[in-house]
C-alpha cells in the first residue's frame, strides 16, 4: 500500500504545482492553487496526500485504457 505508515517527500516545484513521491517512488502532484492556506512540509505523512494521489492514479489509469482500446488487434 502506497499511503498507510509511509511518508511522502517533495521532489520539485513546477508551473504551480507541488511534486511529491512515496516511498515506493510513485510521483503525483499537488496544485498550489488548491492548497488554500495549507503548510506543505518536505516530508509527510502520506496519508494526508491521498486526495491528490488517488486523482493521479485515476487519471493514469483513463490514459491507459484509452491507449490501450486505441492499439490495433493483431491476429
Known amino acids: 500500500m502506497m499511503v498507510k505508515n509511509k511518508v511522502v517527500r517533495l521532489k520539485y516545484y513546477h508551473e504551480d504545482e507541488l511534486f511529491y513521491e512515496t ?8 496544485p498550489v492553487p488548491n492548497a488554500d492556506n495549507a503548510i506543505f512540509l518536505v516530508e509527510d505523512k502520506a496519508l494526508l496526500f491521498m486526495r491528490w494521489n488517488c486523482k493521479h492514479l485515476a487519471c493514469l489509469d483513463t490514459e491507459w485504457d484509452g491507449s490501450r482500446r486505441q492499439m490495433p488487434i493483431v491476429s
Open 23 to 30: 516511498e515506493c517512488g510513485f510521483v503525483f502532484s499537488v
